[in-house]
C-alpha cells in the first residue's frame, strides 16, 4: 500500500479540497502518514493571499527534500496556479505542479487503481483531525479588490454546487457524527447567481432547516456589500444557523477603502453592523483588517483603530499588506515601510484582545451552546470548544462530552480566557 502525506496552507476552502483529496486517495488504495513521515507520495496544497503565505509554501517544499526523501513531490493551489513556472526552476525536485482547475484530479493523475473515480463528485463524509467539517459551496469571485490576487489564482467565474448535492454531503457528514458544518466559498455570498434556477445562500439554508435538531450551521466570511437579503432576517428566527458574522472592513478611512476597491463606505459598514446587531443581539461580528496598504498615513491609521473600536467586534484577524505583481496595487506608491507595518499591526492585535475580552465579558452568567472539542488542554486538562456566537470557553468534564453540544453557563473572563461550567448535555 502506498503512502501519502498531505499539507495545508490558507484558507477553509483549501481545507476542503485536500479532504477531498484525502478521502479519494484512501478510496484507491493509498494509506495516509503524517507529512514529517516517510512517504511514497507528497502533496502541498499552497496558498498565495500573501508573501507570507508564499513562504510557507516554499518551506514545505524544502522540508521536503531536507528529509533525503526520493519520494514523489506534487504542489498544487494558488501558489502553484500563478508560480508555476518559477516553483520548477527554484525546486527540481518538484515532480509535478497542478493548478486549481486540476487539484481534484490529482489522484487520478497518481494512480489509476480506480479509473471511476473521475467521473464522480467531491462528496466527503469525514473531515480529518477536525471537530468541525467544512463544506465547499461556491468557487471563484469576480470582485478584483486592488490588492487581491484571489480572482487570478481562483477564477473570476462563480461556480456553485447544486443544493441538492450539497444537502446530500452535509448529510453524511452529520450521520458521521459532526455537530457543526461550516459552509465555505471563495466569495460565499456569490452563491447560487449562476445556477440556473438562480438561487440564493438564504435559499440554500432554507432547504436546511430541517436539521436545526441534530447540528448547528456556521458561515464563512461573506462580503459585507454582498450580504443577500432576507439573511439577517433568517438567522434571527433559526437555531440551526449561528450567530456569528465574519464581515472583512480591511479599513476604516473611506479614502483607503476607495483605493483598495472596496465597495462601501465606513459609513454603509457601520449601518449594516448596526442593523444586524437590532436584529440578533448576541450576534458576534469578527473582521479581517489590513494595515500598511500603500500610502496609508498616520491619520488614515488611526481613522481604522477608531473605527474598529467604536463597531466593537468580538474579534480581529490583521494582517499587513503584501504586494502581490498581478494586482492593482503593486504599483501604487508610496509603499509604507515593513517597520511601520509591523507596529501598526501590533497595535491593532492589542485592541483585538481588548475587544474579545469586552465581548465575552458581556454573556457572563448566561448559558450558551457549545461544541465541546475533541482535545483536552494538557496543562490544565479542561475541555474547550466555541459558543454559537463563537466565544472560546473551557470547562471541566468527562471524555463523554467530546464532539457533544451542551449548554454551558459563563462563569469568568480574564486575559483572553473565558471559563464556563456544563449546565446540560443536549440530546443530539
Known amino acids: ?12 476552502v483549501n481545507q476542503y479540497e485536500t479532504q477531498v483529496l484525502r478521502e479519494r486517495l484512501v478510496q484507491a488504495g493509498f494509506r495516509e502518514v503524517p507529512f514529517k513521515e516517510k512517504a511514497d507520495f ?17 518551506e514545505l517544499i524544502k522540508a521536503v527534500k531536507k528529509n533525503g526523501s526520493t519520494a514523489h513531490l506534487i ?28 487539484k481534484l484530479k490529482i489522484p487520478h493523475i497518481i494512480t489509476e487503481a480506480n479509473k471511476n473515480l473521475t467521473n464522480t463528485k467531491p462528496l466527503i463524509q469525514t473531515f480529518y483531525n477536525h471537530n468541525r467539517a467544512f463544506v465547499k459551496i461556491e468557487d471563484g469571485c469576480n470582485q478584483f479588490c ?21 444537502l446530500k454531503e452535509v448529510e453524511g457528514l452529520i450521520l458521521n457524527g459532526f455537530k457543526e458544518i461550516v459552509l465555505v466559498g471563495v466569495n460565499l455570498a456569490l452563491y447560487g447567481r449562476d445556477l ?14 430541517y436539521l436545526e435538531e441534530t447540528t448547528r450551521v456556521r458561515l464563512s466570511s461573506l462580503e459585507p456589500h454582498l450580504l443577500p437579503p432576507g439573511l439577517i432576517d433568517l438567522m434571527s428566527n433559526c437555531r440551526l444557523i449561528c450567530a456569528h458574522l465574519h464581515l ?17 463606505t465606513p459609513h454603509q459598514y457601520r449601518r449594516l453592523v448596526e442593523n444586524i446587531k437590532k436584529m440578533i443581539p448576541s450576534v458576534a461580528i469578527t473582521t479581517d483588517v489590513m494595515v500598511g496598504f500603500p500610502g496609508e498615513t498616520q491619520k488614515q491609521f488611526l481613522n481604522t483603530y477608531h473605527f474598529l473600536r467604536e463597531i466593537g467586534f468580538s474579534r480581529l484577524h490583521t494582517f499587513r499588506f503584501s504586494p502581490r505583481i498581478e494586482t492593482r496595487a ?32 458581556r454573556f457572563l452568567g448566561d448559558t450558551l451552546r457549545v461544541l465541546v472539542e475533541e482535545k483536552v488542554d494538557r496543562k490544565t486538562g479542561l475541555f474547550s470548544g466555541y459558543t454559537d456566537n463563537y466565544i472560546r470557553v473551557s470547562f471541566k468534564g468527562g471524555r463523554e462530552l467530546k464532539n457533544k453540544l451542551v449548554m454551558v453557563r459563563l462563569v469568568g473572563a480574564n486575559q483572553g480566557q473565558v471559563r464556563g461550567q456544563v449546565e446540560k448535555v443536549l440530546s443530539c
Open 75 to 102: 504542489v498544487t493551489g494558488c501558489y502553484a496556479e500563478v508560480e508555476k513556472d518559477k516553483l520548477r526552476k527554484r525546486f527540481p525536485q518538484i515532480d509535478l505542479v497542478v493548478g486549481n482547475e486540476e
Open 146 to 166: 486592488s490588492y487581491c490576487r484571489v480572482p487570478y489564482v481562483r477564477g473570476a467565474e462563480i461556480k456553485s454546487r447544486d443544493p441538492h448535492e450539497v
Open 248 to 264: 472583512p472592513l480591511q479599513s476604516g478611512d473611506p479614502e483607503i477603502l476607495q483605493r483598495m476597491g472596496r465597495r462601501y
Open 330 to 361: 503593486y504599483s501604487i506608491q508610496p509603499r509604507v515601510e515593513e517597520k511601520v507595518k509591523k507596529e501598526r499591526s501590533k497595535c491593532l492585535r492589542e485592541l483585538g484582545e481588548n475587544l474579545a475580552q469586552n465581548f465575552a465579558s
Open 196 to 209: 440556473d434556477p438562480s438561487i440564493s445562500l438564504v435559499d440554500l439554508l432554507r432547504r436546511m432547516q
Open 1 to 12: 500500500m502506498a503512502k501519502v502525506a498531505l499539507a495545508t496552507l490558507g484558507c477553509k
Open 42 to 58: 507528497y502533496i502541498i496544497n499552497t496558498c498565495s493571499v500573501t508573501e507570507r503565505a508564499d513562504h510557507k509554501s516554499e
